[in-house]
């Protein structure tokens, strides 16, 4: 009867509050006609006042979206504080039922808010050396080994792309490896693009291209808060992280277009675009993760703005050289409501990256499929045979969303956590 004498229509995050007898809120109607809509179920939860929640299970939900809920509601509630008291009117927390895994719930939480925050903090306060001090930390709670690379020993020890990109930056480059889990598991290695700011370097980027350059290490953000989540459930993996960690910036020493630089496999590279700094330092990182015999490579890189051209700040883009990789990838971000799309290898595209004087460029000359161009450049130094994916993220959202705070985002991460932990269960792996 109070339903329909406020007029209340069932659609897709529409909220009703129901009163008790003394005036306060007794419960909350919520309207959802698809449980995986996680848009409507956000817009629903940001509308609710301040409180103390529980939910009540709908029938015949699954247990995987039954947790969904929960863990949206969680990241729903995030907020960036460093520089600021929080501005939220009160919190919504929500209880945990009994039949829910508080502890899977509060993991995930960490892990997500960890890489948001480091996405949203500013260069100054986040460069080369604070990413080593997060891996170093996370090394100490879960009984990992971090090796640190920095300087002029990036070029003694075979990173001279790494170098070439970082050395004209305020903060030394640096080269960091994570290892982890039982040597006899199989491993997996994961590379994060860490440019904790990029200038664009002597081809400078224009004001608005540069305003949200302290997100491009958004990549690095995505496989640390994938990391901490693999080591926080214990999954049978020997994981290895990398992340070439670098400030692209303008100096004396700094990288000219132009110049070539022969990197860790001995592929020589003409540099034709320093704003293409990105896939200069992950080329090394995929010839080191390549020599440790991997069953599987997954990058994480805010690469390219023609991927973003392409599909937007929602949809990532992925390429990789395997069709099951592919098919299982798209399942597991499926899962939670955040779809991928795969773009192309097309190797006919090879052309654009052909150099006059050295094996290949870096970037190419014409303004076509920049995409997948820079996905073939990475591409060079992985083996067919060694199964390999490449995400190229935007890591922001550039609008406050229902659940989505405007700035730094990680939740690809979920879909690939959920893709290694479906191999793990079907022995896939």
């Not at 006609?33 to 179920?41: A, G, I, N, R, V």
């Not at 015949?60 to 509630?77: N, T």
């Not at 006059?356 to 000359?365: F, G, L, Q, T, V």
């Amino acid at each position: 009867q109070w339903l329909s004498a406020v007029g209340f229509r069932v659609s897709n995050g529409a909220v009703a509050l129901l009163p008790n007898h003394n005036g306060g809120i007794e419960s909350v109607c919520c309207g959802l006609s698809d449980l995986s809509d996680t848009d409507s179920w956000l817009k629903a939860v940001a509308s609710l006042p301040a409180g103390e929640y529980r939910l009540v299970k709908p029938d015949g939900i699954a247990e995987q979206q039954w947790f969904d809920l929960h863990l949206h509601w969680a990241m729903a509630q995030y907020e960036f504080t460093q520089y600021r008291p929080s501005q939220a009117q009160g919190k919504k927390n929500l209880c945990v039922p009994a039949d829910l895994d508080e502890s899977l719930l509060v993991d995930w939480h960490a892990a997500l808010c960890r890489g948001r925050d480091l996405v949203n903090t500013p260069c100054e306060d986040c460069y080369p050396q604070t990413l080593v001090a997060v891996c170093e930390d996370l090394a100490r709670q879960y009984d990992a080994k971090v090796s640190v690379i920095e300087g002029d020993d990036l070029l003694a020890q075979g990173f001279p792309t790494v170098h070439r990109v970082g050395r004209a930056g305020g903060h030394a480059p640096c080269f960091i490896e994570l290892n982890w889990g039982d040597p006899q598991h199989p491993k997996v290695c994961l590379l994060g693009k860490g440019v904790c700011f990029d200038t664009g370097g002597l081809d400078l980027k224009p004001p608005a291209g540069m305003r949200l350059m302290k997100k491009d290490m958004g990549g690095a953000a995505c496989v640390i808060a994938l990391s901490e989540m693999i080591m926080r459930r214990q999954l049978p993996i020997q994981l290895s992280l990398l992340v070439p960690a670098v400030e692209n910036n303008v100096s004396a020493n700094a990288m000219m277009p132009g110049d070539v630089v022969t990197t860790r496999s001995g592929i020589t590279v003409e540099i034709s675009n320093t704003d293409a700094e990105g896939r200069l330092i992950l080329c090394d990182a995929l010839s080191y993760a390549v020599e440790q015999e991997p069953v599987k490579i997954i990058d994480f890189a805010t690469l390219t703005g023609a991927a973003r051209v392409a599909l937007g700040p929602d949809l990532p883009v992925f390429f990789t050289n395997n069709e099951n990789m592919a098919e299982a990838l798209t399942a597991g971000a499926q899962h939670m409501g955040h779809p991928i799309w795969r773009m192309p290898l097309h190797a006919a595209y090879h052309r654009y990256l052909k150099s006059d004087i050295a094996d290949m460029m870096n970037s190419a000359n014409t303004g076509f499929a920049g995409a997948i161009t820079a996905a073939l450049y990475l591409q060079r130094f992985v083996p067919d045979s060694v199964p390999w994916a490449h995400f190229d993220v935007f890591t922001w959202n550039p609008e406050a969303k229902p659940g989505r705070p405007k700035g730094g985002e990680v939740d690809l991460v979920v879909g690939t956590y959920h893709y290694l932990e479906s191999l793990i269960k079907e022995k896939s792996l």
